[in-house]
């Protein structure tokens, strides 16, 4: 049986509970408190064993590399959405949300706003990014950890950014874009990147920027340029990476996709039968390893999908082992992510603490 209780640091001081004249019995008042909604506090604890909770998406912002951009640099880094201003992290701030959200770690992203760029532009961004996250990362080594930024649209440089990034700097990955200039992720030219990314053993976390070219359509009630433009994204991503072969090319390559994979884990199955009923559509040089939808086992997806329905679909269609906590943080899409976890009453103990911690630390190479 799952034990899904939590405890507050420094919950009873003293004679606090004599003097008040409240008595305690922990763990049945704090799974009252949960069943009635009250969110979960560090340190989180399944089956009577705390779980280093850590959430692989959340972002951040760096007024110095958004300055490079000059008059641009406000419609960049302050977009009219909720929780923008909290991207520039104010450290006791952060920690006091993380706390909040009962979240032990933060592995902190930039969204790439760079890759439309110049090679020199976006290279000095990207080396004051990833030298302001290691220098954060290096001042709260326990709390927070982060994915460098890359100049993608030179892959050469990418793959000595990345490099460096992880060596010398301390950075656990890499955070990229949907696709480049309207370059597909699985192109050639990337290559060097998704290669040097195997060897050194670190993953990429795919995070879309949505899809221009349908913005016309996407316009309207309902903010649908992010709603639908941005999973539908990924999907595209992961479905070229799949389709095109590159995931055959490069088996080691570790993928964590953004929101749950978009909408590609929701109809995977579609993907096997497209080349026997359409295969005019397809390239008949391009001989898969595997069905296509076998290829989600071997990617990672965060929980950012709202609800412990959609936890237990994913953990169906992936398998447990290949979830990992997501927020996106400082936005305020899911301000709880440790509880819909716990509410996926699907998931035995261990793939829990899998999901809030486990399968990261195994990924980053952290100690829980």
């Given at each position: 049986m799952?034990?899904?209780?939590?405890?507050?640091?420094?919950?009873?001081?003293?004679?606090?509970?004599?003097?008040?004249?409240?008595?305690?019995?922990?763990?049945?008042?704090?799974?009252?408190?949960?069943?009635?909604?009250?969110?979960?506090?560090?340190?989180?604890?399944?089956n009577?064993k705390?779980?280093?909770?850590?959430?692989?998406?959340?972002?951040?912002?760096?007024?110095?590399?958004g300055?490079?951009?000059?008059?641009?640099?406000?419609?960049?880094?302050?977009?009219?959405?909720?929780?923008?201003?909290?991207?520039?992290?104010?450290?006791?701030?952060?920690?006091?949300?993380?706390?909040?959200?009962?979240?032990?770690?933060?592995?902190?992203?930039?969204?790439?706003?760079?890759?439309?760029?110049?090679?020199?532009?976006a290279?000095?961004?990207?080396?004051l990014?990833?030298?302001?996250?290691?220098?954060?990362?290096?001042?709260?080594?326990d709390?927070?950890?982060?994915?460098?930024?890359?100049?993608?649209?030179?892959?050469?440089?990418?793959?000595?950014?990345?490099?460096?990034?992880?060596?010398?700097?301390?950075?656990?990955?890499?955070?990229?874009?949907?696709?480049?200039?309207?370059?597909?992720?699985?192109?050639?030219?990337?290559?060097?990147?998704?290669?040097?990314?195997?060897?050194?053993?670190?993953?990429?976390?795919i995070?879309p920027?949505?899809?221009?070219?349908?913005?016309?359509?996407?316009?309207?009630?309902?903010?649908?340029?992010?709603?639908?433009?941005?999973?539908?994204e990924?999907?595209?991503?992961?479905?070229?990476?799949?389709?095109?072969?590159?995931?055959?090319?490069?088996?080691?390559?570790?993928?964590?996709?953004?929101?749950?994979?978009?909408?590609?884990p929701?109809?995977?199955?579609?993907?096997?039968?497209?080349c026997?009923?359409?295969?005019?559509?397809?390239?008949?040089?391009?001989?898969?390893?595997?069905?296509?939808?076998e290829?989600?086992?071997?990617?990672?997806?965060?929980?950012?999908?709202?609800?412990?329905?959609?936890?237990r679909?994913?953990?169906?269609?992936?398998?447990?082992?290949?979830?990992?906590?997501?927020?996106?943080?400082?936005?305020?899409?899911?301000?709880?992510?440790v509880?819909?976890?716990?509410?996926?009453d699907?998931?035995?103990?261990?793939?829990?603490?899998?999901?809030?911690?486990?399968?990261?630390?195994?990924?980053?190479?952290?100690?829980?």
């Amino acid at each position: 049986m799952t034990n899904r209780t939590t405890s507050r640091r420094n919950f009873l001081k003293g004679g606090t509970a004599a003097a008040t004249g409240i008595v305690f019995c922990s763990c049945g008042l704090l799974e009252r408190a949960h069943a009635q909604g009250a969110p979960r506090a560090l340190p989180v604890v399944v089956n009577g064993k705390k779980v280093k909770t850590i959430d692989v998406h959340a972002h951040c912002h760096f007024r110095e590399a958004g300055a490079l951009l000059g008059a641009d640099a406000a419609a960049v880094q302050l977009p009219p959405v909720r929780g923008a201003a909290e991207a520039f992290i104010e450290i006791d701030k952060r920690l006091k949300a993380m706390d909040a959200q009962a979240v032990d770690m933060e592995v902190l992203s930039i969204n790439p706003f760079w890759y439309g760029r110049d090679r020199d532009l976006a290279a000095q961004i990207v080396k004051l990014q990833n030298e302001k996250l290691a220098e954060l990362c290096a001042s709260k080594p326990d709390r927070f950890a982060a994915f460098a930024s890359l100049t993608l649209q030179a892959p050469d440089l990418a793959a000595q950014e990345l490099e460096t990034a992880v060596k010398k700097q301390g950075l656990k990955g890499a955070a990229i874009g949907g696709m480049v200039a309207g370059v597909e992720f699985s192109d050639p030219k990337f290559y060097p990147v998704w290669s040097k990314a195997e060897e050194l053993g670190v993953p990429l976390f795919i995070h879309p920027q949505g899809v221009a070219e349908l913005s016309k359509r996407l316009s309207g009630n309902g903010w649908l340029g992010n709603t639908i433009g941005n999973p539908l994204e990924t999907t595209i991503a992961l479905s070229h990476l799949i389709f095109e072969g590159t995931l055959d090319r490069f088996p080691g390559l570790k993928i964590i996709a953004a929101h749950g994979g978009g909408f590609l884990p929701s109809y995977a199955d579609r993907s096997d039968h497209a080349c026997m009923v359409g295969p005019a559509g397809c390239n008949a040089d391009i001989k898969l390893k595997k069905k296509p939808s076998e290829y989600l086992k071997q990617l990672y997806f965060d929980s950012l999908i709202f609800s412990p329905q959609a936890i237990r679909h994913l953990a169906a269609q992936v398998g447990p082992a290949q979830i990992v906590l997501g927020s996106d943080y400082p936005y305020p899409w899911q301000m709880n992510p440790v509880d819909h976890i716990f509410d996926c009453d699907s998931l035995s103990d261990d793939e829990r603490v899998a999901v809030l911690g486990g399968t990261a630390a195994k990924l980053f190479n952290m100690a829980t």
